[in-house]
């Protein structure tokens, strides 16, 4: 018989499964053959009868097996294996923004995400407490209520808690949850913008690589600046005087991808300027938590007058959670909740009740700060060797999970990101975050992959053997990967 | 000390701290006490040292005790429970339509939801079989991947098979999981409807509920009747020629609330006519698994040419879940999928776990077959008495979750529906389902529900009391509840 390994981390009914199918496959076991009995498979496997019969229940709703009643368990034509290998892949969209997130999202396309939005999983394997347990997931399950429409009290008031220790004052009720950050924009956009409105954002910016999946109808996009401490206060004040936006998209701490936070003195001028020109600021504050050096947010300045803070648990607890928040103006919350029935009636009570006894365990504080010391670490390494390698950084004062670095001239950066992609390792290039064409020579790093030492091998070949091609006047031709020996 | 009780379906982790925070509430443990050792307390409970290292965590971390290295755990300033209870709850809106799913999404609000869309938890106990785990959900928290943005190919995959079960032969590259049916919707409404747009919607329908929660500035809505058979075909052919919508939402099997479902041969007049004045259709199939009478799909009929099948798991496996599918005809998918990039970036891989292995379960079919069986039973005893109470039900052929009747005249519905909320019972007027006026009179009655004492006793008096006013003649002043000794 086969072998099951406890130590795995695969399911002993699924290793049950799996091991049966093999044999069906490679026709150790041919079609109407008997399967053991249920009893003596537990008996020999050391597994309990529940186990085995579920394995056996599993392939009967596959139609790989058949149960026939008094006689046991018997294996149906090979040809019913086929549906359980599916090949039929979706391709990504052809889109330049689509076609990034998508492929970003999709952990099987690529070895090393150095240009991922996410923190590598090891990172987060504690993040949950054990107080989250399969009893827990089946009680929430099973109790057979739906989230309410703005979030379980539960989660909203402790998520209230926490924002008091970043020194925003907002009551549970100014809460309502979202499935995650970029859920929260959409919401809001769709609550704050009239058609032919116009909606400010920094360039470069991710918000800016967001909007760009889709030419909205209800608004336009106008961009100001992003400097190292901020947005370009005197470039966004002619904005707003020629096109009057309604709306301000911004990232007070850490930026994405510049890195660097803006100044109090900044985000007090900001403010200001939002009441001058009558427009409300959407602060996303998603990796704010991994800064080193934590400043003041726009809405605890503002005291959520008329700012709408933005953040998410999808970043620093598991991807797999798809669950953030907005806190909102009291006088737009209703609005708020009617805008996310509207979208999608409600949350998973699932990932809510997973997140609230997260943040009410007393881990979560120094798993935050634990990530904080990693990411500084890995920061200050990765920099290092890119700098080394030829990546220059010109910002001051940056911090957090990206690095936003410009490639040397003769690097040709279309040809890097998809001779990265036929490598397994996905790139970001600036064109995806601005509309300027300043940006095209900047890759956003994240500093939670980018010391993998597969890609120091290969951005160092490239940048290496782009300095040749220059030498020998033939940038754009070879191919270096196909064709190194020629231009060495 | 106190106990712990073992069998409770509160986590042990749990009992130990709301037992410590009653004693810290009650004043049995007072400010600066000292807390029993992590490693005393264990022993003297029978429970691990973890468990309670645990629970002393969470109450750090809820700032109701500190610990003080080397000397151990002590209880800080009473004042510091206070933040523990939340008590700043979000009214409902106070809009009709968004006040009712408000109420309805959240279960502390009644005892007896009459009107739920949603079926009883203990139907649903046993709906997710064993094998989904604590360990399946922390493997799925911890590999740290986000789903892909059309969902897991396993689960895409899975749920491709089951439309097979039911005629519709759809490949997994044409399935987009979405955050349930109203998801879909959303993201179907965005990608199909330009400004100005006509959408064509039954009446009574919950999709108009649904519609009506928001003055949608995209499309304009008309409506053709519902009749018992499906859509009133010439109506809607009168409405095709003059408003030329572009979309038709419609539910084929148990529609919801009126109970009939589309005949085949309606159906195929309703393709027929969809290719004839080029609209798509929305065909919404969240009930359809609990007919006791299968027909076909439109879906099925139209092999996903112009048709858009929706369909959700938070209905028939459990209401914390959120998770749907849109299938769409393979032209749409990418920019279906771009549409929910630009919404909410990707899903809950908790949530898509979940219901994969579920899916694949042997369970599932069964959970499915035991759900029909219920609902005809429970139907049938909740028409009797309705019925004998006074409630008309002038349907033929009428199925599934959803009973709609209609009221004596003499009954106040405005008033019922007041007095029931006030009762802990959630009714839904006609009201909410239609735009003529010609439901007023009606009540959708979940017969998961329905055959509550409670709610039995409340409309029986109801009903008697409102023919006794119409007796007298003052069937608008008195309130039977609290004056019921002036009427008798």
């Keep these: 018989m086969f072998q099951i390994d406890r130590n795995s981390k695969t399911l002993l009914v699924d290793q049950i499964r799996n091991a049966i199918i093999a044999r069906i496959e490679s026709f150790q076991w041919v079609q109407g053959g008997r399967l053991p009995s249920v009893r003596a498979l537990a008996r020999q496997l050391g597994v309990s009868i529940f186990t085995v019969s579920s394995a056996y229940e599993d392939l009967v709703a596959q139609h790989i097996i058949e149960s026939r009643p008094g006689a046991g368990y018997f294996i149906l034509a090979c040809s019913s294996v086929g549906p359980l290998k599916d090949t039929d892949t979706l391709a990504p969209p052809s889109g330049e923004h689509s076609g990034f997130l998508f492929r970003a999202l999709d952990p099987a396309q690529f070895d090393i995400p150095v240009s991922s939005g996410y923190l590598p999983p090891a990172w987060l394997a504690d993040a949950v407490p054990a107080s989250v347990t399969g009893r827990l997931i ?8 739906p989230a309410p429409a703005a979030g379980s009290q539960d989660l909203r008031a402790v998520i209230a808690r926490k924002l008091r220790e970043v020194h925003i004052d907002a009551s549970s009720s100014q809460i309502v949850v979202t499935m995650g950050a970029t859920h929260g924009f959409a919401l809001l956009r769709n609550m704050l913008l009239s058609p032919g409105d116009y909606l400010l954002v920094e360039d470069p910016s991710y918000l800016l690589l967001q909007l760009k999946l889709i030419k909205d109808r209800d608004f336009k996009i106008i961009t100001v600046p992003r400097l190292d401490d901020g947005p370009d206060l005197a470039a966004m004040e002619a904005m707003l005087i ?5 709306l301000f998209l911004t990232q007070t701490l850490v930026h994405n991808p510049v890195g660097g936070s803006t100044s109090p003195a900044k985000g007090f001028k900001l403010l200001s300027l939002s009441r001058q020109y009558d427009f409300h600021i959407i602060e996303d504050d998603t ?3 991994l800064a080193s050096r934590q400043t003041l947010r726009l809405a605890s300045l503002d005291g959520l007058d008329r700012t709408f803070y933005i953040s998410s648990f999808s970043k620093v607890l598991s991807p797999a959670l798809r669950l953030g928040y907005v806190a909102a103006p009291p006088a737009f919350v209703e609005r708020l909740v009617e805008q996310k029935m509207y979208n999608l009636l409600c949350g998973s009570a699932i990932d809510e009740t997973i997140v609230t006894y997260t943040l009410e365990s007393g881990r979560y504080q120094r798993h935050l700060d634990a990530l904080g010391q990693r990411v500084m670490q890995e920061r200050s390494r990765a920099r290092e060797w890119l700098g080394a390698a030829g ?13 936003w670095g410009r490639l040397p001239e003769q690097v040709n950066i279309p040809n890097l990101v998809e001779q990265a992609h036929q490598a397994g390792i996905l790139l970001a290039p600036g064109s995806l975050f601005s509309n300027t064409g300043e940006y095209d020579q900047y890759i956003r790093f994240n500093v939670g992959y980018c010391n993998h030492p597969g890609f120091k091998r290969f951005l160092r070949t490239h940048i290496g053997l782009a300095h040749l091609r220059v030498v020998e ?6 191919d270096p990967v196909e064709r190194p020996a020629v231009t060495v």
């Design 138 to 145: 089946r009680n929430t399950l099973s109790c057979g209520t």
């Design 242 to 246: 020629k096109y009057r936006p309604k």
């Design 391 to 403: 990546v220059v950084f010109d910002e001051h004062g940056a911090d957090g999970l990206f690095l």
């Design 287 to 289: 990796f704010g938590a």
């Design 473 to 478: 006047g033939q940038s754009d031709v070879i």
